[in-house]
């Protein structure tokens, strides 16, 4: 069982930086990729980012550029550097983990893009 905890979230004025962070339970070599996906209000979960254990990073078309995902191995940890945050990038944001077999979601933590 993996447990995934995120935090780092809160308001923020547009064109601002927030960095999230998720706690992962177990170490990270034993998970083929972690990502980050968001949920605004009344619409579908969306992937954000993705690092996989070779550190391989893809990202959604709209935070390209503004977004780095990363993979701290020593703190089992996955960050999300949110840079230039528009207010369309609010949103509730999760921390995935894909253990090919297994997949588990964090509690998720709230982002809001606001002036």
Known sequence: QVQLVESGGGLVQP???LR???AVSVSLRAIYSMSWYRQAPGAQ?????TVTTDGTTTYADSVKGRFIISRDSAKNTVPLQMNSLKP???????CYADQLARHYWGQ???VIVSS
């Open 15 to 17: 064109g601002g930086s």
């Open 20 to 22: 999230l962070s998720c």
């Open 45 to 49: 979960r969306e992937l954000v980012a």
């Open 88 to 94: 369309e990038d609010t949103a509730a944001y999760y």
């Open 108 to 110: 998720g933590t709230q």
